[in-house]
Protein backbone atom coordinates (compact mmCIF):
# COMPACT_ATOMS: atom_id res chain seq x y z
CA UNK A 1 0.00 0.00 0.00
CA UNK A 2 1.78 3.01 -0.99
CA UNK A 3 -0.74 5.98 -1.95
CA UNK A 4 -4.50 6.17 -0.06
CA UNK A 5 -7.26 8.79 -1.93
CA UNK A 6 -9.76 10.86 -0.58
CA UNK A 7 -12.83 11.84 -1.91
CA UNK A 8 -14.59 15.45 -0.63
CA UNK A 9 -16.79 17.64 -2.05
CA UNK A 10 -16.78 20.24 0.93
CA UNK A 11 -14.13 21.71 2.29
CA UNK A 12 -11.74 19.77 4.25
CA UNK A 13 -11.16 21.95 7.20
CA UNK A 14 -14.82 20.85 8.65
CA UNK A 15 -12.78 17.96 9.21
CA UNK A 16 -10.06 18.95 10.96
CA UNK A 17 -8.39 18.00 13.37
CA UNK A 18 -8.55 14.56 12.70
CA UNK A 19 -8.10 14.34 8.78
CA UNK A 20 -4.77 15.60 9.17
CA UNK A 21 -3.85 13.15 12.45
CA UNK A 22 -4.92 10.53 9.56
CA UNK A 23 -3.13 11.63 7.07
CA UNK A 24 0.10 12.29 8.96
CA UNK A 25 -0.47 8.68 10.79
CA UNK A 26 -0.14 7.11 6.88
CA UNK A 27 2.83 9.26 5.98
CA UNK A 28 4.57 7.72 9.13
CA UNK A 29 4.63 4.34 7.52
CA UNK A 30 5.50 5.36 4.30
CA UNK A 31 2.22 6.09 2.71
CA UNK A 32 0.73 9.08 0.75
CA UNK A 33 -2.64 10.12 1.23
CA UNK A 34 -4.73 11.88 -1.71
CA UNK A 35 -7.22 14.78 -1.78
CA UNK A 36 -9.53 14.66 -4.62
CA UNK A 37 -11.76 17.43 -3.54
CA UNK A 38 -14.41 19.72 -5.70
CA UNK A 39 -14.62 22.26 -3.27
CA UNK A 40 -13.20 24.60 -0.52
CA UNK A 41 -9.13 25.72 -1.24
CA UNK A 42 -6.32 23.06 0.88
CA UNK A 43 -3.39 23.99 1.95
CA UNK A 44 -0.61 21.71 3.19
CA UNK A 45 -1.98 23.06 7.05
CA UNK A 46 -5.24 21.63 6.28
CA UNK A 47 -4.21 18.35 4.08
CA UNK A 48 -0.41 17.33 4.35
CA UNK A 49 -0.35 15.61 1.04
CA UNK A 50 -1.17 15.20 -2.57
CA UNK A 51 -4.07 17.53 -3.40
CA UNK A 52 -5.86 17.53 -6.47
CA UNK A 53 -8.98 20.38 -7.20
CA UNK A 54 -11.70 18.54 -9.34
CA UNK A 55 -14.74 20.66 -11.17
CA UNK A 56 -17.68 20.78 -9.43
CA UNK A 57 -19.90 18.60 -12.24
CA UNK A 58 -17.37 15.98 -12.02
CA UNK A 59 -18.93 12.67 -13.17
CA UNK A 60 -18.37 9.31 -11.35
CA UNK A 61 -16.04 8.24 -14.17
CA UNK A 62 -14.39 11.57 -14.23
CA UNK A 63 -13.46 11.15 -10.21
CA UNK A 64 -12.20 7.27 -10.53
CA UNK A 65 -9.99 7.93 -13.88
CA UNK A 66 -8.15 10.94 -11.61
CA UNK A 67 -8.05 9.05 -8.64
CA UNK A 68 -6.38 5.94 -10.93
CA UNK A 69 -4.37 8.16 -12.86
CA UNK A 70 -2.49 9.01 -9.58
CA UNK A 71 -2.15 5.81 -8.63
CA UNK A 72 -4.04 5.15 -5.69
CA UNK A 73 -3.55 1.66 -4.47
CA UNK A 74 -7.35 2.33 -2.12
CA UNK A 75 -9.83 5.05 -1.74
CA UNK A 76 -11.80 6.53 1.16
CA UNK A 77 -15.12 8.55 0.34
CA UNK A 78 -15.56 11.03 3.00
CA UNK A 79 -17.55 13.48 1.02
CA UNK A 80 -20.96 15.11 1.73
CA UNK A 81 -23.63 15.93 1.47
CA UNK A 82 -25.97 12.78 0.14
CA UNK A 83 -26.37 13.76 -3.59
CA UNK A 84 -21.96 13.95 -3.30
CA UNK A 85 -22.36 10.56 -1.59
CA UNK A 86 -24.46 8.95 -4.22
CA UNK A 87 -21.72 10.23 -6.30
CA UNK A 88 -18.87 8.64 -4.31
CA UNK A 89 -20.64 5.46 -4.59
CA UNK A 90 -20.97 5.33 -8.39
CA UNK A 91 -17.00 6.21 -8.03
CA UNK A 92 -16.40 3.24 -5.85
CA UNK A 93 -18.03 0.69 -8.72
CA UNK A 94 -15.61 1.92 -11.49
CA UNK A 95 -12.76 2.20 -8.92
CA UNK A 96 -13.41 -1.56 -7.26
CA UNK A 97 -13.47 -2.70 -11.29
CA UNK A 98 -10.29 -1.70 -11.74
CA UNK A 99 -8.88 -2.64 -8.49
CA UNK A 100 -8.98 0.35 -6.53
CA UNK A 101 -11.03 -1.10 -3.32
CA UNK A 102 -13.25 1.91 -2.03
CA UNK A 103 -14.33 2.80 1.56
CA UNK A 104 -18.12 3.37 0.28
CA UNK A 105 -21.36 2.11 0.86
CA UNK A 106 -22.35 -0.01 -2.55
CA UNK A 107 -24.13 1.70 -4.80
CA UNK A 108 -27.49 -0.37 -4.17
CA UNK A 109 -27.82 0.57 -0.48
CA UNK A 110 -26.56 3.94 -1.11
CA UNK A 111 -29.42 4.84 -3.50
CA UNK A 112 -31.70 3.50 -0.85
CA UNK A 113 -30.26 6.07 1.84
CA UNK A 114 -30.29 8.97 -0.15
CA UNK A 115 -34.27 8.42 -0.33
CA UNK A 116 -35.79 9.61 2.39
CA UNK A 117 -39.32 7.64 1.88
CA UNK A 118 -37.14 4.31 1.46
CA UNK A 119 -35.11 5.09 4.58
CA UNK A 120 -38.34 5.71 6.22
CA UNK A 121 -39.70 2.46 5.15
CA UNK A 122 -35.91 0.28 5.84
CA UNK A 123 -36.29 2.15 9.35
CA UNK A 124 -40.21 0.79 9.87
CA UNK A 125 -38.73 -2.71 8.52
CA UNK A 126 -35.88 -2.88 11.53
CA UNK A 127 -38.45 -2.01 14.19
CA UNK A 128 -37.15 1.65 14.23
CA UNK A 129 -39.54 4.19 15.30
CA UNK A 130 -40.04 6.85 12.78
CA UNK A 131 -42.81 10.07 11.44
CA UNK A 132 -45.45 8.87 10.09
CA UNK A 133 -45.82 10.19 6.95
CA UNK A 134 -46.85 9.62 3.08
CA UNK A 135 -45.00 10.33 -0.06
CA UNK A 136 -46.18 12.62 -3.07
CA UNK A 137 -45.26 11.67 -6.42
CA UNK A 138 -44.47 15.16 -8.60
CA UNK A 139 -45.03 13.46 -11.89
CA UNK A 140 -48.71 12.17 -10.75
CA UNK A 141 -49.23 15.35 -9.06
CA UNK A 142 -48.56 17.41 -12.01
CA UNK A 143 -50.07 14.95 -14.31
CA UNK A 144 -47.27 13.69 -16.49
CA UNK A 145 -47.05 10.19 -18.04
CA UNK A 146 -50.48 8.86 -16.26
CA UNK A 147 -53.50 11.40 -15.18
CA UNK A 148 -54.87 10.23 -11.39
CA UNK A 149 -57.64 12.84 -10.55
CA UNK A 150 -58.06 11.29 -7.47
CA UNK A 151 -54.44 11.91 -6.57
CA UNK A 152 -54.82 15.45 -4.71
CA UNK A 153 -58.10 14.52 -2.96
CA UNK A 154 -56.04 11.26 -1.80
CA UNK A 155 -52.92 13.65 -0.67
CA UNK A 156 -55.54 15.54 1.65
CA UNK A 157 -56.65 12.75 3.46
CA UNK A 158 -53.82 10.92 4.00
CA UNK A 159 -52.53 14.08 5.57
CA UNK A 160 -56.12 14.66 8.08
CA UNK A 161 -55.21 10.93 8.84
CA UNK A 162 -52.17 11.74 9.65
CA UNK A 163 -52.30 14.94 11.55
CA UNK A 164 -51.17 18.44 11.98
CA UNK A 165 -48.71 19.99 11.80
CA UNK A 166 -46.42 18.49 8.60
CA UNK A 167 -43.54 18.56 7.62
CA UNK A 168 -42.71 18.38 4.54
CA UNK A 169 -39.18 17.68 2.93
CA UNK A 170 -37.89 16.82 -0.36
CA UNK A 171 -37.18 12.76 -1.07
CA UNK A 172 -33.66 14.08 -2.43
CA UNK A 173 -31.34 16.83 -0.25
CA UNK A 174 -30.58 17.04 3.10
CA UNK A 175 -28.71 19.93 5.41
CA UNK A 176 -32.57 20.86 5.92
CA UNK A 177 -32.88 22.63 2.38
CA UNK A 178 -36.15 22.76 1.17
CA UNK A 179 -38.07 21.49 4.04
CA UNK A 180 -42.16 23.57 4.33
CA UNK A 181 -43.47 23.44 7.72
CA UNK A 182 -47.50 22.91 6.91
CA UNK A 183 -49.84 23.59 10.05
CA UNK A 184 -53.48 23.69 8.20
CA UNK A 185 -54.92 21.99 4.64
CA UNK A 186 -54.51 25.60 3.54
CA UNK A 187 -51.28 25.14 3.71
CA UNK A 188 -50.46 22.22 2.01
CA UNK A 189 -53.02 23.04 -0.66
CA UNK A 190 -50.35 26.20 -1.15
CA UNK A 191 -47.31 23.39 -0.96
CA UNK A 192 -49.45 21.42 -3.58
CA UNK A 193 -50.02 24.18 -5.76
CA UNK A 194 -46.70 26.09 -5.57
CA UNK A 195 -45.00 22.36 -6.93
CA UNK A 196 -47.50 22.28 -10.01
CA UNK A 197 -46.41 25.60 -10.57
CA UNK A 198 -42.98 24.69 -10.33
CA UNK A 199 -43.26 21.63 -12.34
CA UNK A 200 -45.21 23.74 -14.93
CA UNK A 201 -42.15 26.61 -15.16
CA UNK A 202 -44.67 29.49 -13.73
CA UNK A 203 -43.53 32.38 -12.12
CA UNK A 204 -45.65 32.27 -9.78
CA UNK A 205 -44.39 29.20 -7.87
CA UNK A 206 -44.01 29.99 -3.98
CA UNK A 207 -41.92 27.26 -2.47
CA UNK A 208 -38.87 27.56 -0.29
CA UNK A 209 -35.24 27.85 -1.63
CA UNK A 210 -34.16 24.74 -2.55
CA UNK A 211 -35.43 22.36 -5.02
CA UNK A 212 -38.95 22.84 -6.68
CA UNK A 213 -41.50 20.60 -7.53
CA UNK A 214 -39.48 17.55 -6.65
CA UNK A 215 -41.22 14.58 -5.29
CA UNK A 216 -41.71 15.19 -1.18
CA UNK A 217 -41.62 12.98 2.11
CA UNK A 218 -44.96 14.32 3.92
CA UNK A 219 -44.62 14.12 7.71
CA UNK A 220 -45.37 13.90 11.40
CA UNK A 221 -43.79 17.16 13.31
CA UNK A 222 -42.26 15.53 15.77
CA UNK A 223 -40.69 17.79 18.82
CA UNK A 224 -38.22 16.63 21.01
CA UNK A 225 -34.29 17.06 20.98
CA UNK A 226 -32.53 16.59 18.09
CA UNK A 227 -29.69 14.18 18.00
CA UNK A 228 -26.90 12.69 15.60
CA UNK A 229 -25.08 9.60 15.39
CA UNK A 230 -22.24 8.01 13.54
CA UNK A 231 -21.94 4.64 12.75
CA UNK A 232 -18.04 3.63 11.24
CA UNK A 233 -17.57 -0.11 9.91
CA UNK A 234 -17.81 -2.72 7.68
CA UNK A 235 -20.09 -6.08 8.48
CA UNK A 236 -19.08 -7.87 11.31
CA UNK A 237 -17.93 -4.67 12.80
CA UNK A 238 -19.17 -1.73 13.47
CA UNK A 239 -18.54 1.02 15.76
CA UNK A 240 -21.23 3.25 17.12
CA UNK A 241 -20.37 6.85 18.43
CA UNK A 242 -21.97 8.31 21.27
CA UNK A 243 -24.83 10.42 20.37
CA UNK A 244 -24.36 14.33 19.63
CA UNK A 245 -27.26 16.97 20.71
CA UNK A 246 -27.76 19.29 17.87
CA UNK A 247 -30.53 22.13 19.31
CA UNK A 248 -34.83 21.38 19.35
CA UNK A 249 -36.81 19.65 16.61
CA UNK A 250 -39.85 21.23 15.58
CA UNK A 251 -42.38 22.63 13.28
CA UNK A 252 -40.06 24.88 11.57
CA UNK A 253 -36.85 23.94 10.24
CA UNK A 254 -33.81 25.80 11.76
CA UNK A 255 -30.00 25.92 10.35
CA UNK A 256 -28.21 22.26 10.97
CA UNK A 257 -25.41 24.98 13.50
CA UNK A 258 -28.27 27.54 14.80
CA UNK A 259 -28.09 25.98 18.62
CA UNK A 260 -24.99 25.05 20.88
CA UNK A 261 -23.93 21.69 19.71
CA UNK A 262 -22.51 18.84 22.41
CA UNK A 263 -21.97 15.59 23.56
CA UNK A 264 -21.69 14.77 26.85
CA UNK A 265 -23.97 12.72 29.91
CA UNK A 266 -27.56 12.50 30.00
CA UNK A 267 -28.46 9.39 31.78
CA UNK A 268 -31.79 8.76 30.23
CA UNK A 269 -31.33 9.46 26.92
CA UNK A 270 -27.69 7.24 27.31
CA UNK A 271 -30.15 4.39 28.64
CA UNK A 272 -32.58 4.31 26.04
CA UNK A 273 -29.82 4.37 23.69
CA UNK A 274 -28.40 0.99 23.49
CA UNK A 275 -31.33 -1.27 22.07
CA UNK A 276 -31.14 1.64 19.59
CA UNK A 277 -27.62 0.99 18.95
CA UNK A 278 -27.99 -2.28 18.35
CA UNK A 279 -30.83 -2.06 16.11
CA UNK A 280 -28.88 0.20 13.99
CA UNK A 281 -26.23 -1.88 13.77
CA UNK A 282 -28.78 -4.63 12.46
CA UNK A 283 -29.43 -2.15 9.87
CA UNK A 284 -25.85 -1.60 9.02
CA UNK A 285 -25.27 -5.17 8.25
CA UNK A 286 -28.44 -5.86 6.69
CA UNK A 287 -27.56 -3.11 3.79
CA UNK A 288 -23.74 -3.94 3.74
CA UNK A 289 -22.66 -0.57 5.38
CA UNK A 290 -19.38 -0.28 4.40
CA UNK A 291 -17.82 2.92 5.41
CA UNK A 292 -19.65 5.50 7.18
CA UNK A 293 -23.32 6.57 8.02
CA UNK A 294 -24.53 9.14 10.21
CA UNK A 295 -28.45 9.11 12.02
CA UNK A 296 -30.43 11.73 12.60
CA UNK A 297 -32.79 11.09 15.16
CA UNK A 298 -35.41 12.82 17.84
CA UNK A 299 -35.31 12.01 21.17
CA UNK A 300 -38.60 12.81 22.44
CA UNK A 301 -40.65 10.86 25.01
CA UNK A 302 -38.33 8.94 26.53
CA UNK A 303 -37.58 6.97 22.72
CA UNK A 304 -35.59 8.18 19.87
CA UNK A 305 -37.37 8.53 16.65
CA UNK A 306 -35.04 8.49 13.38
CA UNK A 307 -35.27 11.15 10.52
CA UNK A 308 -32.72 10.17 8.05
CA UNK A 309 -30.21 7.44 7.80
CA UNK A 310 -27.32 9.27 5.57
CA UNK A 311 -24.57 6.99 3.81
CA UNK A 312 -21.84 9.19 4.74
CA UNK A 313 -20.02 11.22 7.03
CA UNK A 314 -22.17 13.50 9.07
CA UNK A 315 -22.10 17.51 9.76
CA UNK A 316 -21.29 16.31 13.75
CA UNK A 317 -18.57 13.66 12.97
CA UNK A 318 -15.86 16.17 14.82
CA UNK A 319 -17.68 16.53 17.78
CA UNK A 320 -18.53 12.83 17.87
CA UNK A 321 -14.78 11.85 17.87
CA UNK A 322 -13.80 14.77 20.28
CA UNK A 323 -16.17 13.41 22.91
CA UNK A 324 -15.27 9.60 21.79
CA UNK A 325 -12.18 9.85 21.17
CA UNK A 326 -12.05 7.72 18.20
CA UNK A 327 -10.75 8.79 15.20
CA UNK A 328 -13.64 8.35 12.33
CA UNK A 329 -10.72 8.73 9.63
CA UNK A 330 -8.17 6.74 11.08
CA UNK A 331 -10.71 3.88 11.18
CA UNK A 332 -11.80 4.29 7.41
CA UNK A 333 -7.80 4.20 6.32
CA UNK A 334 -7.97 0.93 8.20
CA UNK A 335 -10.67 -0.26 6.71
CA UNK A 336 -8.91 0.75 3.12
CA UNK A 337 -6.09 -0.90 4.30
CA UNK A 338 -7.48 -4.08 4.92
CA UNK A 339 -6.87 -3.53 8.73
CA UNK A 340 -9.10 -4.81 11.63
CA UNK A 341 -11.23 -2.27 12.80
CA UNK A 342 -12.66 -1.87 16.67
CA UNK A 343 -16.57 -2.97 16.68
CA UNK A 344 -19.67 -1.65 19.68
CA UNK A 345 -20.61 0.61 21.22
CA UNK A 346 -17.66 3.81 21.90
CA UNK A 347 -17.52 5.27 25.39
CA UNK A 348 -17.97 8.83 25.90
CA UNK A 349 -14.55 10.18 26.83
CA UNK A 350 -15.62 13.36 28.15
CA UNK A 351 -17.80 16.34 27.06
CA UNK A 352 -17.34 17.99 23.99
CA UNK A 353 -19.03 21.58 22.91
CA UNK A 354 -19.21 22.98 19.79
CA UNK A 355 -20.39 27.03 19.16
CA UNK A 356 -20.60 29.60 15.73
CA UNK A 357 -18.46 32.12 17.32
CA UNK A 358 -19.61 34.76 14.99
CA UNK A 359 -16.94 36.39 12.23
CA UNK A 360 -13.79 37.41 12.89
CA UNK A 361 -12.56 36.49 16.20
CA UNK A 362 -9.18 37.88 16.90
CA UNK A 363 -6.52 35.45 16.46
CA UNK A 364 -5.59 36.89 20.17
CA UNK A 365 -8.46 35.66 21.66
CA UNK A 366 -8.20 32.09 20.35
CA UNK A 367 -4.93 32.03 21.59
CA UNK A 368 -6.03 33.07 24.81
CA UNK A 369 -9.17 30.30 24.63
CA UNK A 370 -6.34 27.92 24.03
CA UNK A 371 -4.82 28.46 26.85
CA UNK A 372 -8.02 28.74 28.97
CA UNK A 373 -9.50 25.87 27.83
CA UNK A 374 -8.40 22.57 25.92
CA UNK A 375 -9.60 23.63 21.64
CA UNK A 376 -10.11 20.83 19.23
CA UNK A 377 -10.55 22.78 16.33
CA UNK A 378 -11.13 26.90 15.38
CA UNK A 379 -11.69 27.79 12.31
CA UNK A 380 -14.22 29.10 9.58
CA UNK A 381 -17.46 27.67 9.13
CA UNK A 382 -18.04 28.13 4.98
CA UNK A 383 -21.23 26.04 3.36
CA UNK A 384 -22.11 26.57 -0.37
CA UNK A 385 -19.42 28.74 -0.50
CA UNK A 386 -21.05 30.80 2.70
CA UNK A 387 -19.34 31.97 5.81
CA UNK A 388 -21.47 31.54 8.88
CA UNK A 389 -18.24 32.35 10.94
CA UNK A 390 -15.74 30.80 13.07
CA UNK A 391 -16.80 27.56 14.85
CA UNK A 392 -15.33 26.39 17.60
CA UNK A 393 -14.92 22.96 19.48
CA UNK A 394 -14.00 22.40 23.04
CA UNK A 395 -13.50 19.35 25.28
CA UNK A 396 -13.37 18.73 28.94
CA UNK A 397 -13.84 15.73 31.16
CA UNK A 398 -16.53 15.09 33.80
CA UNK A 399 -16.02 16.83 37.18
CA UNK A 400 -14.72 19.80 35.65
CA UNK A 401 -17.89 21.68 34.62
CA UNK A 402 -17.18 24.04 37.20
CA UNK A 403 -13.88 25.46 36.21
CA UNK A 404 -14.65 25.20 32.67
CA UNK A 405 -17.67 27.37 33.70
CA UNK A 406 -15.83 30.15 35.49
CA UNK A 407 -13.16 30.08 33.01
CA UNK A 408 -15.09 30.89 29.88
CA UNK A 409 -16.94 33.62 32.02
CA UNK A 410 -13.61 35.39 32.74
CA UNK A 411 -12.78 35.16 29.04
CA UNK A 412 -15.81 36.85 28.05
CA UNK A 413 -15.74 39.57 30.97
CA UNK A 414 -12.24 40.69 29.49
CA UNK A 415 -13.13 39.98 25.79
CA UNK A 416 -16.76 39.55 24.62
CA UNK A 417 -15.77 36.01 23.99
CA UNK A 418 -17.68 33.71 24.01
CA UNK A 419 -20.99 35.71 22.95
CA UNK A 420 -23.24 36.36 26.02
CA UNK A 421 -25.77 34.51 24.56
CA UNK A 422 -23.41 30.88 23.86
CA UNK A 423 -22.12 31.73 27.30
CA UNK A 424 -25.43 31.10 28.84
CA UNK A 425 -25.96 28.27 26.58
CA UNK A 426 -22.83 26.79 28.10
CA UNK A 427 -23.46 27.48 31.75
CA UNK A 428 -26.82 26.31 31.90
CA UNK A 429 -25.37 22.95 29.99
CA UNK A 430 -22.08 22.36 32.49
CA UNK A 431 -24.60 23.51 35.56
CA UNK A 432 -27.44 21.14 35.17
Avoid at 73 to 95: G, Q
Avoid at 278 to 290: A, F, H, M, N, Q
Avoid at 374 to 401: F, K, N, P, R, Y
Wanted: with cysteine.
Amino acid sequence: MRKIAFLRSVGIRRADPYIQRAVRALAAEGIEAGLFHTSGAAGDEDFPGHRQRLDRTVTPRELADAVAAWGADAAVSISLPCENALRDAAAKAFLDAEGIPTVMTPLAATMLLVDKWETKRLCERAGLPVPEGFRVDSDLLAGRGLAVPGYRDALRVRAEQTGYPLMAKPVWDSTSTGIRALRSPADLDAYLDGHVAALDGRPDAHLPPGPAGVSAVVEQVVEGDLCSVDIVGRPGAYRVLPPCWTGRAGAEPVFTFADLRWCGPRAEADAAFGEVARTLVDLCESLGVYGSVNVDMVHTGGRFVVLEVNPRIGGATTLSCAASGTNTFTSLTRMARGLPVTGGTARRAGWAIEFLAGEGVPPEVVAQLRRSVSVVTAHELVIDGASHGDIVVITLAEGEEERTVKTLTELHETTGFPAADVMGKISSLLNR
